[in-house]
């Protein structure tokens, strides 16, 4: 159980950072956010042959992390569209390529609740 929470947090730690570099201006697109998102979201799923699922992560930890991502994005974006900032405001919204990963491990009935 505290394994399964600390790697969602640890997800979560870590995309917020990778993105607040592109948001700072530190690294000129969003292609290393998703590239780690992608990477990430394989610890979701452990998979046997044939791509079979054989265990997955428990889908409350998977939505958990997407909403609160998708609170820390949407707080950004309002404040860059408070102040006027356009170039932010581009930039922030490039960050949902970043979730779509999340999606892959997640059944689509509990996608639907994200």
């Given at each position: 159980m505290w394994c399964r929470y600390r790697l969602a947090f640890s997800f979560l730690l870590k995309s917020d950072q990778a993105y607040t570099l592109?948001?700072?201006g530190v690294v000129q697109n969003e292609s290393h956010t998703v590239q780690l998102a992608k990477l990430l979201s394989t610890c979701f799923v452990v998979r046997g042959s044939q791509l079979s699922i054989l265990r997955r992560l428990?889908?409350?930890?998977?939505?958990?992390?997407?909403?609160?991502?998708?609170?820390?994005?949407?707080?950004?974006?309002?404040?860059?569209q408070k102040n006027n900032n356009k170039k932010g405001l581009k930039s922030a919204i490039t960050f949902f390529r970043a979730l779509i990963p999340l999606l892959n491990a997640v059944p689509s009935a509990e996608a639907l609740k994200v």
């Open positions: 592109v948001l700072e428990p889908s409350q930890y998977i939505v958990q992390v997407q909403t609160n991502l998708l609170s820390w994005i949407i707080k950004r974006i309002a404040g860059y």
